[in-house]
Protein backbone atom coordinates (compact mmCIF):
# COMPACT_ATOMS: atom_id res chain seq x y z
CA UNK A 1 0.00 0.00 0.00
CA UNK A 2 1.07 2.99 -1.19
CA UNK A 3 1.77 6.15 1.97
CA UNK A 4 -0.38 9.20 1.58
CA UNK A 5 1.51 12.99 2.08
CA UNK A 6 -0.38 15.09 4.91
CA UNK A 7 -0.94 18.50 2.77
CA UNK A 8 0.73 21.06 4.95
CA UNK A 9 0.35 23.37 2.52
CA UNK A 10 -3.58 24.80 3.62
CA UNK A 11 -2.13 24.74 8.00
CA UNK A 12 0.54 26.61 6.87
CA UNK A 13 -1.11 29.47 4.70
CA UNK A 14 -3.87 29.92 7.60
CA UNK A 15 -1.35 29.92 9.79
CA UNK A 16 0.22 32.63 7.84
CA UNK A 17 -2.91 34.40 7.56
CA UNK A 18 -3.35 34.65 11.26
CA UNK A 19 0.11 35.98 11.98
CA UNK A 20 -0.53 38.72 9.52
CA UNK A 21 -4.30 39.30 10.43
CA UNK A 22 -2.94 39.78 14.01
CA UNK A 23 -2.65 43.24 13.55
CA UNK A 24 -6.06 44.22 12.18
CA UNK A 25 -8.20 44.12 15.86
CA UNK A 26 -6.60 40.32 16.60
CA UNK A 27 -8.83 38.91 14.23
CA UNK A 28 -6.08 36.29 13.23
CA UNK A 29 -7.36 34.32 15.80
CA UNK A 30 -9.88 32.81 13.66
CA UNK A 31 -7.72 31.71 10.75
CA UNK A 32 -4.87 30.15 13.13
CA UNK A 33 -7.89 28.37 14.73
CA UNK A 34 -8.72 26.85 11.65
CA UNK A 35 -5.36 26.00 11.00
CA UNK A 36 -4.81 24.44 14.17
CA UNK A 37 -7.85 22.54 13.91
CA UNK A 38 -7.04 21.22 10.60
CA UNK A 39 -3.18 19.97 11.91
CA UNK A 40 -4.86 18.70 15.14
CA UNK A 41 -7.15 16.47 13.03
CA UNK A 42 -4.79 14.99 10.56
CA UNK A 43 -2.34 14.08 12.63
CA UNK A 44 -4.74 12.36 14.97
CA UNK A 45 -5.52 10.04 11.92
CA UNK A 46 -2.10 9.88 11.41
CA UNK A 47 -1.29 8.67 15.03
CA UNK A 48 -3.73 5.98 14.15
CA UNK A 49 -2.19 4.83 11.30
CA UNK A 50 0.94 5.58 11.09
CA UNK A 51 2.62 3.33 8.71
CA UNK A 52 -0.38 4.79 6.02
CA UNK A 53 1.32 8.20 6.53
CA UNK A 54 4.31 9.72 5.24
CA UNK A 55 5.32 12.99 6.51
CA UNK A 56 4.21 13.63 10.02
CA UNK A 57 6.80 15.24 11.38
CA UNK A 58 6.13 17.71 8.75
CA UNK A 59 2.72 18.30 10.11
CA UNK A 60 3.98 18.50 13.75
CA UNK A 61 5.62 21.64 12.46
CA UNK A 62 2.57 23.02 11.14
CA UNK A 63 0.46 22.20 14.12
CA UNK A 64 3.63 24.16 16.16
CA UNK A 65 3.13 27.27 13.90
CA UNK A 66 -0.37 27.31 13.93
CA UNK A 67 -0.36 27.18 17.59
CA UNK A 68 2.43 30.10 18.29
CA UNK A 69 -0.03 31.93 15.20
CA UNK A 70 -3.25 31.18 17.46
CA UNK A 71 -1.69 32.12 20.88
CA UNK A 72 -0.49 35.78 19.65
CA UNK A 73 -3.85 36.44 17.71
CA UNK A 74 -5.86 35.54 20.66
CA UNK A 75 -3.49 37.13 23.28
CA UNK A 76 -3.75 40.71 20.55
CA UNK A 77 -7.75 40.02 20.33
CA UNK A 78 -8.13 39.49 24.39
CA UNK A 79 -6.15 43.07 24.62
CA UNK A 80 -8.11 44.96 21.81
CA UNK A 81 -11.69 44.02 23.49
CA UNK A 82 -10.26 45.30 27.15
CA UNK A 83 -8.72 48.75 25.70
CA UNK A 84 -11.93 48.79 23.90
CA UNK A 85 -14.03 47.91 27.19
CA UNK A 86 -12.03 50.00 29.14
CA UNK A 87 -12.70 53.41 27.44
CA UNK A 88 -10.07 52.83 24.53
CA UNK A 89 -12.60 53.95 21.88
CA UNK A 90 -13.75 56.87 23.36
CA UNK A 91 -10.25 58.41 23.38
CA UNK A 92 -9.66 56.97 19.87
CA UNK A 93 -12.63 58.82 18.79
CA UNK A 94 -11.45 62.13 20.53
CA UNK A 95 -7.85 62.16 18.33
CA UNK A 96 -8.93 61.08 15.44
CA UNK A 97 -12.10 64.19 15.65
CA UNK A 98 -8.71 66.36 16.40
CA UNK A 99 -6.72 65.12 13.82
CA UNK A 100 -9.66 65.78 11.38
CA UNK A 101 -10.26 69.20 12.60
CA UNK A 102 -6.23 69.70 12.05
CA UNK A 103 -6.43 68.79 9.15
CA UNK A 104 -9.57 71.07 8.15
CA UNK A 105 -7.66 74.04 9.72
CA UNK A 106 -4.96 73.36 7.03
CA UNK A 107 -6.50 73.42 4.00
Same mark, same amino acid.
Given at each position: ? $???? @?????? &? /? @? %? ?9 G???? /????IA? &?????? @?? $???? #???? &??? /???? *?? %? *? ?5 ? @? ?8 ? #? ?13 ? *? ?5 ? $? ?5
Amino acid at each position: M $EKQK @LNTTLV &Y /I @L %AILGFLCCCIGGIGF /IFAGIAF &YIAHTK @LK $EAYA #NPEN &YEN /IDAM *KT %A *KTVALVA @LIISSLYFLY #NVYWFSTGGWDEFMM *KYQEAME $EMQRNQ
